[in-house]
């Protein structure tokens, strides 16, 4: 914990990680190796949201009876296992 809370790496106890962290902050190598990482885990993590928000509106208009999952499977581009699957995550009997 203590090496999460220093202000500077140099404070740091564990040489690995000052280690690191100093290349991190210290070098452009470093900077650009952590905004790529970066930008690929925020890609990541938006694609999850919006995947995760599909399964939820799929989800509810399954419960809600508004569309067939052979509706949803071609609206949505799945294939209908697909929609099963979502179905099941989301608790939506069908």
Avoid: H
Wanted: proline content about 2%; hydrophobic content about 35%; charged content about 35%.
């Amino acid at each position: 914990m203590y090496n999460m809370r220093c202000r500077e790496y140099d404070e740091m106890n564990d040489d690995p990680l000052k280690k690191g962290v100093g290349f991190v902050k210290n070098t452009k190598e470093g900077q650009m190796a952590f905004e790529s990482d970066f930008a690929r885990w925020e890609k990541r993590g938006l694609e999850k949201g919006v995947e995760k928000g599909r399964d939820d509106a799929i989800g509810i208009v399954l419960k809600s009876g508004m569309a067939t999952p052979e509706d949803i499977a071609k609206n949505f581009g799945l294939s209908l296992s697909e929609v099963y699957e979502i179905a099941k995550r989301t608790d939506s009997c069908i």
